[in-house]
Each structure stands twice: as structure tokens, then as C-alpha cells.
């Protein structure tokens, strides 16, 4: 199941505004230019920025995601009609010839259990055509992340439009690696309604990963520093077997 942040009918609107602007995401628009590929798949689509910002490009787009209240987020943006919206996961799409899939954010860390992470593996390589490629992020586990966001602000205070003025606070609530989890809690000014979001993260090291594509159809091309957090994360380019 997802979090709530990603499933809740009120914290899904207001995901974006927390999230900042995603200057990443344009890093992987280029990526898949520099491909040639013209049909992308965005695995854990969220909120659509990604999906958004490929299928107004003139490439077709096939978005995936098992929170229906965020793909409601995204069906109701600005040239939504130029993206195929699909409530699922990886394993639910079949083989669709696609030439690239891509996975942001925290995506592929969401995956805690190895079944999990096998079986969306092999979606993937199912919906990719011979030779298609995987690109997607993960954070690398010796720059132990969890210890910069433990000296985050707090809380932070957003005025959404549409959802008047909202506080989130952060806080880590275990560090069992390779799982690291936490909480956001949100408070709503309007109603005073308070909810709380919980996540884990797995954080897979570069051969265990490495591992994974091989006994799971794909071969790891490149391992590419992340363009917005150099030396932080792995991005790892990988072709379908």
C-alpha cells in the first residue's frame, strides 16, 4: 500500500507544494533524449511532474501508480490528456514496448522486501522492448542520508492554494539499516485536522543492486552520479536482457 502521503485525498494536493521544484527532473528528460526513446515509462509516477514534462515533449507516455488520490493530482494538471495515466505498479502493465522506463525520486527504495523488488524488476523488463533501458535513482548507503535530514527544520509551514495555510513536521523514527524510516506529520490551519504519513526507505548498496538487475533480466550499463546530488546517490542505467 502506499503512504499516505501519496494516498491520502487531502495530502496528495498538497504534495508539490512541500516538494519544492524538481530541477532533477529535467536531468532525466535529457537522458531519455539522449536514448532516442520516444516511449517512456514513469514507474511511481506520483503526482505526474515527470510524466507532465515528457509527454508535452511530443514523446508518448505510459505513468504508473498505486495512489489513486495522487494520479487524481496529476490527471487535473495542464496537458494531462498527453499522458496515459495507469493506477497500478510495474507488475500490472504487460508488455508494452516501451524504449525506457525511469524510476525518481525515492522510488526504487520503496521496494523493502527482495520479492517486491524482483517482481517490479521483471515488470519492467516485460513492459520494455528487447534492448529497452532502466534508468532510476537510489541513494548511496555510506553517505548515511538519514543523518542530514535528522537536523532538518523541525517544521515548515506551507499556504497552499486550495488548502489555506498547512505545518508539516519531520521526524526519523528508526534506523535499522539497511531500512531507515520516518514520519511526516501535516496539520491543516482550516479544520485543525492533523494526519500523519509513515515511510521506509531500503538502502541497497551498488553490487547488491548490481545483483539484482543481473538475476532479473537486465544488464547495468552505466552507474552515473545524480545530477542534483553528486555523489549522494547512483543512478543506474541498465538494458533490458
Not at 19 to 39: F, K, M, P, Q, S
Not at 105 to 128: C, I, K, M, P, S
Not at 162 to 186: N, Q
Amino acid at each position: 500500500m502506499p503512504d499516505a502521503i501519496f494516498a491520502h485525498p487531502r495530502l496528495a494536493p498538497i504534495y508539490d507544494a512541500f516538494d519544492g521544484e524538481r530541477l532533477d527532473l529535467n536531468a532525466y528528460a535529457r537522458i531519455a533524449d539522449g536514448l532516442g526513446a520516444r516511449h517512456v515509462l514513469d514507474i511511481g509516477c506520483g503526482t505526474g511532474c515527470l510524466a507532465l514534462l515528457l509527454g508535452t515533449s511530443g514523446r508518448r507516455v505510459t505513468a504508473v501508480d498505486p495512489a489513486e488520490a495522487s494520479l487524481g493530482v496529476a490527471k487535473g494538471k495542464p496537458g494531462a490528456h498527453s499522458v496515459t495515466w495507469i493506477h497500478g505498479d510495474a507488475t500490472t502493465l504487460g508488455p508494452l514496448g516501451a524504449d525506457a522506463a525511469l524510476m525518481t525520486g525515492n522510488v526504487a527504495q520503496v521496494f523493502l522486501d527482495d520479492g517486491d523488488w524482483g517482481a517490479t524488476l521483471r515488470g519492467v523488463r516485460t513492459a520494455l522492448r528487447h534492448g529497452g533501458q532502466l534508468i532510476f535513482e537510489t541513494r548511496r548507503p555510506d553517505r548515511h542520508a538519514w543523518e542530514e535530514w535528522a537536523v532538518e527544520p523541525e517544521a515548515t509551514v506551507q499556504d497552499v492554494p486550495g488548502a489555506g495555510e498547512v505545518e508539516r513536521r519531520f521526524e526519523i523514527t528508526e534506523v535499522a539499516l539497511p531500512y531507515v524510516s520516518f514520519r511526516y506529520t501535516y496539520t491543516f490551519a482550516s479544520d485543525g485536522l492533523v494526519v500523519t504519513s509513515d515511510s521506509t526507505l531500503r538502502f541497497r548498496g551498488r553490487a547488491t543492486i548490481e545483483e539484482d538487475l543481473a538475476s532479473n533480466g537486465f544488464n547495468t550499463l552505466e552507474v552515473r552520479e545524480a545530477p542534483d546530488r553528486p555523489g549522494l546517490e547512483y543512478v543506474f542505467v541498465a538494458q533490458r536482457t
